[in-house]
């Protein structure tokens, strides 16, 4: 009994004088889960000889994929080779292509898969089953259990890459799952599950919004969403003489443009009374220079678009093509017009534009002696001045306009 309490106070008075060891920190901290992939998509074709249950099989092999929480979805798909293949499962962003070939082998049914990626990142993967046909209740339950095994350790290679998505702050961007804002460094990045092919639509405030396909297989790392504020029109006066606009966009409803109306080369379109053949061209030694605005009252994701403008604008002269003077004919004028364009997208579309010309201080008889008298394409009207012994109005209409609209 001495001995023993001898003993236990030596080791008491040995394990003072050691140094204190926290024994917490030497127990490993348990390592933090690993985050779990995202679900994949399946594109999956089988192949049954003879084909009577063909459609039985894959019924019951997509369902019991379906039940693995790593499988988002299953697009089933029939009578494709290796390279239709691809391009199918491209298309409709599956990540995955599972094929399988049954095929009677004796008494027994010889069972035979093969799993790849559709952006060739990792090695295909084969496996094979040689085994007595399956009863009904087998194929609800056992049957397909090596085969779903192994696509769901495959698909755990699947590739997930970061996509960087940048534009202007406080973007809404939808199409990636749920709809995301861009912050305040017009950048974010998210995962990705390649390949992927998405349809995505993008707003922001003050801005024209934004649409397009993104390519995860051939797109690269980045979408880069654009920020149209300007447009170019490349279109008629008219309908015969060539015409330049450049537009900025204030917010998505309001535009202010300017524009240059050239009269120095056009084309001929009215009547002639003489006996002469007329000529195919026309010619005034005029430009027209104007500011205006434009409203647009529709939607911008609307493939037909309608707007009201205003244009105000002056007349430069040059009567032997050299000096430049303001029209004294009718030096100012303004448009109203009412306006649709037609496109797919916001980068180019159609324009045609119908309006009025208002020239609240011109020569009405000079005017119409410009125009030739006979313009058949549209009506003219004129008055005198407003105040007595001054110049008065002239009104011409119809003013048609038509060509395209690019936005940068």
């Not at 961007?173 to 092919?197: D, H, K, Q, T, Y």
């Not at 801005?207 to 979408?223: K, S």
């Amino acid at each position: 009994m001495v001995r023993a309490r001898v003993l236990t106070l030596a080791v008491c008075l040995v394990a003072g004088a050691l140094p204190s060891i926290d024994l917490a920190a030497q127990v490993a901290a348990p390592p933090a889960p690993a985050a779990s992939a995202p679900p994949v998509a399946v594109l999956l074709q089988v192949e049954a000889h003879p084909d009577s249950n063909a459609a039985l099989y894959t019924d019951t092999l997509a369902a019991a994929l379906m039940r693995n929480p790593s499988i988002l979805s299953v697009i089933r798909t029939t009578g494709l080779d290796d390279q239709q293949l691809l391009e199918r499962a491209k298309r409709d962003s599956c990540s995955v292509l599972m094929a399988v070939k049954i095929a009677t082998e004796g008494a027994d049914l010889r069972v035979e898969w093969n799993l790849s990626m559709a952006d060739s990142s990792s090695a295909p993967s084969t496996g094979l089953v040689s085994r007595s046909p399956p009863t009904a209740d087998e194929l609800a339950s056992s049957f397909w259990v090596n085969a779903v095994n192994a696509a769901v350790a495959y698909t755990a290679g699947a590739r997930v890459s970061l996509l960087e998505v940048r534009g202007p702050p406080g973007a809404v961007v939808e199409g990636f799952g749920e709809p995301f804002v861009l912050p305040r460094s017009g950048r974010l990045v998210l995962p990705l599950i390649r390949p992927a092919r998405i349809v995505w639509v993008a707003s922001a405030p003050g801005r024209l919004p934004e649409r397009g396909v993104f390519d995860a297989t051939h797109d690269g790392p980045a979408l880069v969403i654009p920020s149209r504020r300007w447009g170019v029109d490349l279109g008629f006066y008219g309908l015969s003489f060539g015409e330049f606009r450049v537009s900025y966009a204030v917010s998505p409803e309001l535009e202010a443009r300017f524009a240059v109306s050239q009269f120095l080369v056009g084309i001929n379109l009215q009547n002639s009374h003489d006996t002469e053949e007329p000529s195919l061209t026309q010619s005034f030694p005029m430009v027209q220079l104007g500011l205006g605005a434009v409203y647009y009252p529709t939607l911008p994701m609307k493939q037909f678009r309608s707007y009201l403008s205003l244009d105000l604008f002056a007349r430069i002269f040059s009567p032997q093509g050299r000096e430049l003077f303001v029209d004294p004919v009718a030096p100012w004028g303004i448009q109203p017009a009412v306006g649709m364009e037609w496109g797919r997208g916001i980068a180019g579309r159609l324009y045609f534009e119908v309006g009025g010309v208002f020239y609240p201080w011109a020569y009405p008889g000079l005017m119409a002696a410009s125009l030739g008298g006979n313009k058949s394409s549209g009506l003219i009207f004129g008055g005198s001045g407003w105040i007595a012994g001054q110049p008065g109005w002239f009104l011409e209409v119809p003013i048609l306009r038509m060509g395209l609209r690019f936005r940068l």
